[in-house]
């Protein structure tokens, strides 16, 4: 009598319960950072930026005239906001606020540092479209929307903003780095 007939696998394809050794996958991308921490890292930012221009209210407001002292603040605001945003970010991955949150800004979808042309695109998109969400938001649930999308009609996901670029905590971008080096290694 024959023994019944068992599933012939080719030695390469015989299911195991171990992986066999090769190339691993790619670790995935650190998710992004909470709304509390990023909304504080914001907060943050908002504060610090006031605070460097109301030290220099007093050299505004000598330079005759009220309108042109507001001038130069606002002048004062844009600057500070641009350099805190964009070249502080572009050189250690994080504003000022973010710094003090434990908060990264990385580029999607390799988790490399973001270029100048989307931070500026990330700084104009908060300095413009940001501050009209609340007024869409009180003209009520179909003035709202879907939400933003970007460019090729794919919804933006969670944490990523229009620019392609996420926030992610510290200490997750360093666990990805590791296991990225590691993947390399």
């Known amino acids: 009598m024959q023994a019944p007939a068992r599933a012939a696998y080719p030695a390469y394809a015989r299911p195991s319960s171990h992986p066999a050794p090769g190339p691993r996958r790619q670790p995935r991308l650190p998710k992004g950072t909470a709304d509390m921490r990023r909304y504080l890292a914001v907060g943050l930012d908002a504060y610090l930026c006031l605070l460097a221009v109301g030290l220099l209210v007093r050299s505004c407001l000598a330079s005759g005239g009220t309108g042109r002292a507001i001038a130069l603040l606002v002048v004062q605001?844009?600057?500070?906001?641009?350099?805190?945003?964009?070249?502080?970010?572009?050189?250690?991955?994080?504003?000022?606020?973010?710094?003090?949150?434990?908060?990264?800004?990385?580029?999607?979808?390799?988790?490399?540092?973001?270029?100048?042309?989307?931070?500026?695109?990330?700084?104009?998109?908060?300095?413009?479209?940001?501050?009209?969400?609340?007024?869409?938001?009180?003209?009520?649930?179909?003035?709202?929307?879907?939400?933003?999308?970007?460019?090729?009609?794919?919804?933006?996901?969670?944490y990523e903003d229009l620019a392609g670029v996420r926030q992610v905590r510290r200490s997750d971008l360093r666990s990805y780095r590791a296991a990225v080096r590691g993947r390399t290694d």
């Not at 931070?119 to 300095?127: C, E, N, T």
């Open 77 to 158: 605001l844009i600057v500070l906001s641009f350099a805190n945003q964009v070249l502080l970010t572009m050189a250690v991955r994080a504003s000022a606020g973010k710094l003090i949150m434990g908060v990264r800004v990385i580029r999607l979808p390799d988790a490399g540092r973001p270029g100048f042309r989307r931070l500026v695109l990330r700084w104009l998109y908060g300095l413009f479209w940001l501050p009209l969400q609340p007024w869409r938001r009180l003209r009520g649930p179909a003035a709202a929307g879907g939400g933003p999308e970007r460019p090729a009609g794919r919804p933006v996901e969670p």
